[in-house]
């Protein structure tokens, strides 16, 4: 407590004592000292402590200010920071310190019944005097401190979280440097061997089928890149889709099929739902999630290895839901190789967006059990149902005679999707920019085209605004011409942007033929 009065003088003029009181509080201990004669006096001290209480008998004592310091510290002060603060406070050094000093201080730690806080002690020179006095203080610093602990606690885990990216990354990028050569290899000694062999049908036969294979190993390479980016951004758009798990099942199999087949891996799936109910679920982002899983066996798992998947149907609480487990077991090298790689991250962030869960058991030298425990609601009313307007019976009937406009500004984009329609007897003309398609457009009568292939990535005028011009031409088929989105650019912020520019569909590069031949037979159907 302050032994001034209210509106005491102080220095020559009145201080009112509850603004001293106020700016205060933090303080335990306010004093002077006389570096020259040793004389002290104190104004303030903490107030209802047994310290107070000591300190006012070490006062009461006459003890000298040297002794009330050094008695305070042993009563008062950590073992280890009593030195520190007894040196601080030594007349002989305050007077020499602050012959080139405004101020010093020690940060020691304070016992006050029997729990610890942070204290700072200071002193600082009485400015404009030119006296030997001097302010002495002690201040409760422990919520500064405290808070600076957990400011830096929050920046090292930040640092930490940064580093294991970082380090993440490299190793992926270190393997993905090798493992990408591994396929371009094929595709191009291949490639060569073909050109070697053009009146082989057998070689050739051969060589495109190892280049195919290939071919989709770095897709799934640039696949894996991506969902690093996803991961990184947390930028995962839901889109669901009505399916059963024997739908996923084959998507599963056809895709792991690629995958397993360099490694000679052995690949089973046992699917043991027999149900047949229809699912709805975001099954792209769940198949990249457990492609990533194959992905990290297949990386992990010596040549000639298992690996296999089952599905296993489990009581849900919710009548409304159906629950899974994907149960996936490998016979790699197990939990010592588990954290050099970016894919359990990346399925661990896919399944905290669709509601589901990843448990692993895995046992080093002997291989991996990965676990997804996921539900997916059944779809039971017509409204979640999305049913086929009538059967895809696998012919071409429908698409002979359709004329197509294929606008990209890439020659050999181009001419492959102008191949890929002309295989499904579909008339096509082409455009290599936004302008020349619209001039197109303009240019025949009404119902002409029967559909636009639209690249998304064009310069001048890209697929968004071309697509946006399309649709504002003054002409009766303007709004009903149905326009597919084709780009490389798999992101669904991509997908969305196309479909707000006034787009029907979506179809990604490389062309996947059955799909587009869907999106097509969909698209004109309607």
Same mark, same amino acid.
Request: net charge negative; hydrophobic share 35%.
């Given at each position: 407590?302050?032994?001034?009065?209210?509106?005491?003088?102080?220095?020559?003029?009145?201080?009112?004592?509850?603004?001293?009181?106020?700016?205060?509080?933090?303080?335990?201990?306010?004093?002077?000292?006389?570096?020259?004669?040793?004389?002290?006096?104190?104004?303030?001290?903490?107030?209802?402590?047994?310290?107070?209480?000591?300190?006012?008998?070490?006062?009461?004592?006459?003890?000298?200010?040297?002794?009330?310091?050094?008695?305070?510290?042993?009563?008062?002060?950590?073992?280890?920071?009593?030195?520190?603060?007894?040196?601080?406070?030594?007349?002989?050094?305050?007077?020499?310190?602050?012959?080139?000093?405004?101020?010093?201080?020690?940060?020691?730690?304070?016992?006050?019944?029997?729990?610890?806080?942070?204290?700072?002690?200071?002193?600082?020179?009485?400015?404009?005097?030119?006296?030997?006095?001097?302010?002495?203080?002690?201040?409760?610093?422990?919520?500064?401190?405290?808070?600076?602990?957990?400011?830096?606690?929050?920046?090292?885990?930040?640092?930490?979280?940064?580093?294991?990216?970082?380090?993440?990354?490299?190793?992926?990028?270190?393997?993905?440097?090798?493992?990408?050569?591994?396929?371009?290899?094929?595709?191009?000694?291949?490639?060569?061997?073909?050109?070697?062999?053009?009146?082989?049908?057998?070689?050739?036969?051969?060589?495109?089928?190892? @280049?195919? *294979?290939?071919? +989709?190993?770095?897709?799934? $390479?640039? !696949?894996? =890149?991506?969902?690093?980016?996803? /991961?990184? #951004?947390?930028?995962?758009?839901?889109?669901?889709?009505?399916?059963?798990?024997?739908?996923?099942?084959?998507?599963?199999?056809?895709?792991?099929?690629?995958?397993?087949?360099?490694?000679?891996?052995?690949?089973?799936?046992?699917?043991?739902?027999?149900?047949?109910?229809?699912? @709805?679920? *975001?099954?792209? +982002?769940?198949?990249?999630? $457990?492609? !990533?899983? =194959?992905?990290?066996?297949?990386? /992990?798992? #010596?040549?000639?290895?298992?690996?296999?998947?089952?599905?296993?149907?489990?009581?849900?609480?919710?009548?409304?839901?159906?629950?899974?487990?994907?149960?996936?077991?490998?016979?790699?090298?197990?939990?010592?190789?588990?954290?050099?790689?970016?894919?359990?991250?990346?399925?661990?962030?896919?399944?905290?967006?669709?509601?589901?869960?990843?448990?692993?058991?895995?046992?080093?030298?002997?291989?991996?059990?990965?676990?997804?425990?996921?539900?997916?609601?059944?779809?039971?009313?017509?409204?979640?149902?999305?049913?086929?307007?009538?059967?895809?019976?696998?012919?071409?009937?429908?698409?002979?005679?359709?004329?197509?406009?294929?606008?990209?500004?890439?020659?050999?984009?181009?001419?492959?999707?102008?191949?890929?329609?002309?295989?499904?007897?579909?008339?096509?003309?082409?455009?290599?920019?936004?302008?020349?398609?619209?001039?197109?457009?303009?240019?025949?009568?009404?119902?002409?085209?029967?559909?636009?292939?639209?690249?998304?990535?064009?310069?001048?005028?890209?697929?968004?605004?071309?697509?946006?011009?399309?649709?504002?031409?003054?002409?009766?088929?303007?709004?009903?011409?149905?326009?597919?989105?084709?780009?490389?650019?798999?992101?669904?912020?991509?997908?969305?942007?196309?479909?707000?520019?006034?787009?029907?569909?979506?179809?990604?590069?490389?062309?996947?033929?059955?799909?587009?031949?869907?999106?097509?037979?969909?698209?004109?159907?309607?």
């Amino acid at each position: 407590m302050f032994k001034l009065k209210k509106n005491t003088p102080f220095g020559g003029k009145y201080v009112e004592y509850d603004v001293l009181q106020a700016l205060s509080k933090d303080f335990l201990v306010i004093g002077s000292v006389d570096t020259d004669t040793g004389a002290y006096s104190f104004s303030r001290f903490e107030t209802g402590t047994e310290s107070e209480k000591i300190l006012e008998g070490y006062i009461h004592d006459g003890l000298s200010f040297e002794d009330i310091v050094r008695r305070y510290a042993e009563d008062h002060i950590y073992p280890e920071d009593q030195e520190g603060v007894v040196s601080c406070f030594t007349i002989q050094n305050l007077r020499k310190a602050l012959e080139t000093k405004e101020d010093i201080s020690v940060l020691a730690r304070k016992i006050e019944d029997d729990k610890m806080r942070f204290i700072k002690g200071e002193t600082r020179r009485i400015e404009g005097s030119l006296d030997s006095k001097v302010i002495v203080s002690i201040r409760d610093v422990d919520r500064e401190i405290q808070k600076e602990r957990e400011r830096q606690n929050e920046l090292t885990e930040a640092y930490n979280a940064v580093e294991r990216a970082s380090q993440a990354k490299n190793h992926f990028l270190y393997n993905m440097s090798h493992d990408i050569r591994t396929p371009l290899n094929a595709i191009m000694g291949y490639t060569t061997v073909a050109t070697d062999n053009p009146n082989d049908p057998k070689m050739l036969k051969k060589c495109l089928g190892r @280049i195919d *294979d290939a071919s +989709h190993q770095v897709l799934n $390479i640039i !696949n894996e =890149i991506l969902d690093i980016n996803e /991961y990184e #951004e947390k930028s995962i758009f839901i889109t669901e889709h009505n399916l059963t798990m024997a739908d996923l099942e084959r998507q599963i199999t056809q895709t792991a099929q690629t995958m397993v087949h360099d490694k000679k891996l052995d690949f089973f799936v046992k699917n043991e739902d027999e149900s047949g109910t229809l699912l @709805i679920m *975001d099954d792209a +982002h769940m198949l990249r999630a $457990i492609v !990533n899983l =194959i992905s990290h066996s297949v990386r /992990y798992t #010596e040549t000639g290895g298992n690996l296999s998947l089952t599905i296993l149907p489990l009581k849900a609480l919710d009548p409304d839901y159906r629950r899974y487990n994907f149960i996936f077991e490998d016979n790699g090298t197990g939990i010592e190789e588990e954290d050099k790689g970016v894919n359990i991250p990346i399925v661990r962030n896919i399944l905290d967006a669709l509601g589901g869960v990843l448990n692993i058991e895995s046992v080093e030298g002997k291989g991996s059990k990965f676990i997804i425990d996921i539900e997916f609601k059944a779809a039971r009313s017509q409204e979640e149902v999305i049913s086929p307007d009538e059967t895809d019976d696998g012919s071409n009937d429908q698409l002979v005679g359709k004329r197509v406009l294929v606008v990209d500004d890439s020659r050999v984009s181009n001419d492959i999707a102008v191949t890929i329609l002309d295989g499904f007897g579909v008339m096509s003309e082409s455009a290599y920019d936004g302008n020349t398609a619209i001039d197109m457009i303009c240019e025949n009568e009404v119902g002409y085209y029967d559909l636009i292939l639209m690249d998304i990535d064009m310069p001048q005028m890209d697929g968004h605004e071309t697509a946006r011009e399309i649709r504002g031409l003054h002409r009766p088929d303007a709004k009903i011409l149905p326009i597919i989105a084709l780009t490389a650019n798999v992101f669904e912020k991509t997908r969305q942007e196309a479909f707000s520019a006034g787009m029907n569909d979506f179809v990604t590069k490389p062309i996947d033929v059955a799909e587009l031949r869907e999106v097509l037979l969909k698209t004109i159907r309607h």
